[in-house]
């Protein structure tokens, strides 16, 4: 059974906003487990939630088979880490984490080894009697981190940390909070609106929108294997093909033609658009004019005119081979399996090799 279940979970709050809209959710011990999607989703509203903080209009949390429904927060065993860091200027570190404990009666002597502990797991052990005045966010929200964790919480929320600190150290500072829960082991329930950062750092992702779930999966699956057209457009960029003639004549020639059916969406990723070279007999193939080239470095990205519309090009590793400049006629190749098409209600209608 799942360690952390949510069933039909149904919030609506006073004055009319209805944040959650029938949410289940499986996580499992020890799992990192994102919720990702656009601000006023619900995220927010379903983490605090599952920490005791509003309660549901319907539907239950139950954690380790135990109904959390009418277990007050401070008995849930939940450590939450949130936006701002919460830290308390005028404590130090040492006590900022102690305070975890306070209302839990540890004695002092627990107290003494456990937030040492605490601030080793999160790299500030040298730092115990500094006051955080001084300290730099990303050290700020690792006193957040310890002292959620001191209370050996049952389940660790994190409710968008890192999105104060600057693009640098928020890579870094994910791939400590990686590492810390895979040393710890404990299940966590991250939030966050940034695609990349769930990407990286979750095993599995939970992708909302509007108060429900669009689709739960590995990072591979979401990106690669999107089954709405929501979670095709949040993740990662996506090419929406325009309908008419020239769409008709290509799933025809890759053999779609049968799945194509009016009001369908055509995607496709920009890595899975090959360059060929004019005039090749290639039946996948599109002709366009190159209308803006922008150099990266480590890829190209190609944006074309076609007559299936505009198109994102990404060509790895421009420095080896030829990239075609602005005003340029191309030929590109879109593989058959890496189309994807989604209906009317933005479902997915065609799997990856067009099954
Ligand atoms: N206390 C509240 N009272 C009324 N509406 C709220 C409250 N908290 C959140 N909302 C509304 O619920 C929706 C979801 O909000 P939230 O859960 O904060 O989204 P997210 O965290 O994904 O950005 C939004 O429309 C928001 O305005
Ligand atoms: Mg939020």
Redesign the pocket.
Known sequence: MAYLQVRDATKS?A?G?T?LRGVSLDVRRGEFFTLL?P????????LRAIAGFNPLTSGTIAVDGIDLTSVPPHKRDIGMVFQDYAVFPHLSVFDNVAFGLKPRKVPPAEVARRVPEALEAVRLAALADRLPAAMSGGQQQRIGLARAMVINPRLLLMDEPLSNLDAKLRIELREEIRDIQQRVGIATIY?T?DQEEALAISDRICV?SNGHVEQVGTPEAIYGDPQTLFVARFVGTLNELERGPALADLLQRLDLGAADRDGVTWTIRPEDIRLVSSGAADTAALEGVVSKCTYLGREAHLHLRTPAGDLIVHVVNPSRVAVPAAGATVAVAVGREALMGFDGEGRRVAARGGA
């Open positions: 709050f004055g906003t944040a999607g601000s006023g989703c619900g995220k927010t509203t379903l939030v609106h909302m």
